[in-house]
């Protein structure tokens, strides 16, 4: 009897959680929390420091998406997923948006039931060695020992790098970020290779002296890193997408968080829609006319996100390179708005 | 008094009948596995469909894109996901069958110590079983894993610990004999000589029964065993060519290796056994009457005797049990290697899942290799301890 | 007798009784034969050249207290300002750093709880009650939402609470399945029998660690889409449900113990199936297993520390995690020894007291 009612009460729970999946966007507003998937501890991405204050270019984003659909960028709730859980935490709906350095390929687009909203960090895979080894370049690190973390692009990558210029090489293959790092710290292997922006943030953060490990210059790899939502969702799919779209939008107009009260009066009809002062583009997303407004007010342009937490200032030292924008040389486009 | 024949008892109503309830019972048991089944799969199926993830084992074809850091086969990044997972059972096996071996003659030792009637090498022995047993296998592992990439030195300055075999980092290179084609002759003469020992030991033992004067073992034996062998060795200009291990850059290429992975894996999982075995065999011995080794010290027996020829054998039947489930459960335990990066069988299914998103097939194969690995173990336990059994008359 | 002094030339004065049995003691158990000479000496070499440069690296040149990890550079021992520095990551995880007198308190409340469930004097009826509400209060202090606590997710719980809890409710959860799975395969009835055996086979056939991935990637897969299980409740159904196959096969044991007769002899007072059990067959074959009981409850215990591979903060996690601060990664060792030592303190002092228990028992 007891078991009856139970899977009759499943039966209902199904029915009706399965008709109120797709909407996210209420789901999120309802919860009043952005759920969102990050890094276990990335510098410059996502990390969290021991009072539990998270920052980082994945962070930011996430927050920029609070601040443009609950109204404060606060209200996130954060998730540290390895690489191994990230994926099923997306689909199974433990978390609303995975902002988690992940590399956008045909794969995970198509068979992972997840769609990527776009590119926050266009980067490429490298290796960094000790400078004690005399490295100058990646193709003399035939026969070498190479630390990689497993289920990433990042190892399929290398197989594919070695086999194309006919070298050899011994991986020693980790499940988790930390041992990885910890085992070529330790001197286990003689390489470690995964995303650039990563092997400068490892570098800066991880490394007992940085100045003891050289960063190669070959880039074997197109590794675009953006953010990923559920499959089926559109309107959820639209709002995240746009969301950056807005900040790269920002950073062309020049807009910035200090600046955007005043450039609310500004008489260019594109920072007019932007900041939703004329038009109606908010609500045509689900959200009111400020989503980007309170999106760059509380956080900034992606000029400012990525100075604060990648730049040039920061122990990371990156430059823009390809993260520039389209009219300095870069790949950063912004979709019109209007 | 004639008592009056009552008739039959009166047949209870269907609803109370034992065997109307048990089949009731059972059909209702049925119907609820399945139902929950059911269910299950259909909820999976409706999962995997909104997800848009694949299903089925057509991934097993496809080529799997990673290397393997260590393993028994080739195995280049183009070959299949199939050939990854034979790949990592290989791994399994391999840790395994030398952990069980280990473990075994280690725990066998460590158990006898505690029984010593040396009060120090007792006391000894418990504190070792009693460390090992109390703290989780997972915690040894990392332990050993960190002591051994933390302390050895980085490969470029290897220790040399006799010439030919260094010690660093990257683990124990070794020489190994050049491959040569009479190698793989060699060891089907070394089996045919075992298979013939084996007869010969069959006769010795069927003639010392019928006449009581058992004909010499050790030497026959070894010669039969060592003859055919040896002899091909000879005739095919005994190879004895070494492949060195050479420094080529960043670490000590050619002869074998094993990596700190594997070392740091079989000395957790062999050490941590060892003690449990170690109870098993104090267990076993102690079970053995105390009759049996007083009537052999009265024959003047010396205690190395004793235990060798009268109560260790008789403890073999006690052993045995709890033994296979020891070695199960280190079998078990080689999963632990996902933690410290060794790619057993468990791994590579990690890492599959990770690249195809398929977490049930993938999950499906690790149980199923596993479970067939547990029943095959338990099946020549079975079929070993009812051969040895005590039959009782 | 006194020998006396004028004629015995030869005769020494008797030694004290004590150096007589100590001269004894030594003879028969350490230098007895030559082959025991040798091992005592091999044993006391091995002994010299082990325990005193554990002694000095633990304590003589260590480093106490609240240093900076500079101060441990380059010293020939234990850096114990690490455990200093760390100690309430490695103990509670990421629990709030204000709230953690919270998980404290219900370590406490469970080890008290522990302790007294292993007085056989206090086995009363209202030692289950005294669960209950014991573990309704650890749970209400470490989630906190009522009684004016914070509320604290189970995602940032981690450390020995974390252990103890997957531990005691996992057995808990257990014992229950594991008694309808032994009666079950114990069933004259086949579907029962071949449900509880197929069941028990499996489950003993798979390492938990399939298990655990089990529950974390497939069991969102299993459950109507949108509805999301909480990690922890994965990892603790995933313990729960091995458990209870080991469990089933202890208390079979059990089962087996009990002389058939008392089974028949309760039916013949017409008890009936499930009250003969309960009142008769089951309080007799518990009792017979209770060491056996304890001893898989050490192995939960143990295996709790399994989770750390589908990153649950448990203690060893939160140790790694604490390990992986790059200015305190040198000084692994220390914390891996004194959670091994942890460790050891429950689960020795759990095998003594099931030592203790059978041999109480067994002189009933």
Redesign the interface.
Known sequence: MAVRAFFGAALVLAVVTAAAHAATVDDVKKNGTLRCGVNTGLAGFSIADSQGQWTGLDVDFCRAVAAAVLGDASKVAYTPLSAQQRFTALQSGEVDLLSRNTTWTLTRDASLGIVFAGVTYYDGQGFMVPKSLEVASAKELDGAEICVQSGTTTELNLADYFRANGMTFKPVVFEGLEESKVAFFSGRCQAYTTDASGLASIRAADAPNPEDYVILPEIISKEPLGPAVRRGDEQWFAVVKWVLNALLEAEERGVTSAKVDEMKGSPDPNVQRLLGVSGDLGPLLGLDNEWAYRAIKQVGNYGEIFERNVGPATPLRLARGLNAQWAHGGLMYAMPFR | MAQGDLGPPPRAPLWRRREVR?VL??AL??G??L?LAA??VA??L???A?????AGFDFLGQEA?????ESLIRF???DTYLRAFVAGLLNTLRVAALGIVAATVLGTLIGIARL??????SR?ATAYI??M???????QL??WY??I??LLP??SEALEIVPGVFLS??GLTYPVPEAHPIHRWLLALLAIGAGAAALYVAGARRRQERSGRRPPLLWPCGAIIAAPAAAAFVLSGAPLALEMPEW????Y?GGDALT??FLALLLGLGLYTAAFIAEVVRGGIQAVPAGQSEAARSLGLRRGLVLRLIVLPQALRVILPPLTSQY?NLT??S??A????Y?DL??IA??S?????Q??EC?AI??AV??AI??TISALMNWYNRRIALVEH | MRPLAAESGTHRPALPRVLVQARLWLWSNLFGSVGNTVLTLAAVAALAAIVPPVFTWTLSNAVWGAQPAAACAGIDGACWAFLHEKHRLILFGRYPFDEQWRPLAATALLIALLAASAIPQLWRRWLSAAWISGLLAGGALMWGGVFGLAAVPTKLWGGLPLTLMLSVVGIALAFPFALVLALGRRSTLPMFRAAAVAYIELIRGVPLISLLFMASFMLPLFLPGGVTVNELLRAQVAIALFTAAYLAEVIRGGLQGVPRGQYEAAQALGLGYWRAMAFVVLPQALRLVIPAMVNTFIGTFKDTSLVAIVSLTDLLLATRQAIADPLWRPYFLEGYVVIALIYFGFCFSMSRYSVFLERKLRTR
Do not use: C
């Open positions: 048990a019972y059972q048991l049925l609820a596995i139902g269910y299950l909820n999976t409706d999962n995997l909104a997800r848009s993830i694949r894109g990673f290397y393997i850091g280049e990044a183009s010593s009637h040396n009060w120090l090498l000894i009693e460390g047993r109390n703290v989780p296998v997972l915690l990392f332990l960190s002591l990439t933390g980085l490969a980092k990257s080529r850059r960043f670490r290429a700190p992975e199960l078990k335990n999963s632990l996902v933690a410290i990066g790619p468990v791994s990690n890492t899942l990770n690249q195809t998103g977490a049930i999950i690790i149980m596993y479970l547990s029943l």
